[in-house]
T-cell receptor, first 113, second 120 residues
Framework: TQLLEQSPQFLSIQEGENLTVYCNSS?????LQWYRQEPGEGPVLLVT?????EVKKLKRLTFQFGDARKDSSLHITAAQPGDTGLYLC?????????????FGKGTKLTVNP | GAVVSQHPSWVICKSGTSVKIECRSL??????MFWYRQFPKQSLMLMAT?????????EQGVEKDKFLINHASLTLSTLTVTSAHPEDSSFYIC????????????????FGPGTRLTVT
């Protein structure tokens, strides 16, 4: 069974601070996706990383895929209250001929004004 | 683009009744849709993979006779929770995978807004 360990589970910071969320596994994934989920809503895709060592930026968010495609990180610069939410990483792997997503447990981020 | 809708957004039903949840891809065709379940403060757990025109593939531990999935068209999949019990109360989320030239080769999943099921 493939597992994705996400840390920290909870993070409460002040507006303007930087933060990093980690997603680690012993398994190799063909791609890794980061989602953000608001309470009572479905996850919204932020980014997909595919190549080992790949770095993608989305405004103040920087996503990195590990060289071995087993881990990933999300770094937020100068966090704002609007960044508050549940951040989920999900690894894509092919099992039994079909591709599935394996989700981490999520990081609940609270940015205080 | 890549919008997925779910209906209803919330439903309350009595124990022993059945509830149907619809998942639609609004602006793309989805050969494959997925059904997830999410408990409070927990992550998403894949229940089953829904394939258009064929039987769904269920994850280990998910009762296929209780959670009936039908994927009748390239834009619609339904999940029916049969003989619902209070322990079936949860947040059910579907996703649709866009498998097209536009999305090749990374067939990303796009999620619906979820359906909150409460069984009394």
């Amino acid at each position: 069974t493939q597992l994705l360990e996400q840390s920290p589970q909870f993070l409460s910071i002040q507006e303007g601070e930087n933060l990093t969320v980690y997603c680690n596994s012993s398994s190799v994934f063909s791609s890794l996706q980061w989602y953000r989920q608001e309470p009572g809503e479905g996850p919204v895709l932020l980014v997909t990383v595919v190549t080992g060592g790949e770095v993608k930026k989305l405004k103040r968010l920087t996503f990195q895929f590990g060289d071995a495609r087993k881990d990933s990180s999300l770094h937020i610069t100068a966090a704002q209250p609007g960044d508050t939410g549940l951040y989920l990483c999900a690894g894509a792997s092919t099992q039994g001929g079909s591709e599935k997503l394996v989700f981490g447990k999520g990081t609940k981020l609270t940015v205080n004004p | 683009g890549a919008v997925v809708s779910q209906h209803p957004s919330w439903v309350i039903c009595k124990s022993g009744t059945s509830v149907k949840i619809e998942c639609r891809s609004l602006d793309f065709q989805a050969t494959t849709m997925f059904w997830y379940r999410q408990f409070p403060k927990q992550s998403l757990m894949l229940m089953a993979t829904s394939n258009e025109g064929s039987k769904a593939t269920y994850e280990q531990g998910v009762e296929k006779d209780k959670f009936l999935i039908n994927h009748a068209s390239l834009t619609l999949s339904t999940l029916t929770v049969t003989s619902a019990h209070p322990e079936d109360s949860s947040f059910y989320i579907c996703s649709a995978r866009e498998e097209s030239a536009r999305s090749f080769p990374f067939y990303e999943q796009y999620f619906g807004p979820g359906t909150r099921l409460t069984v009394t």
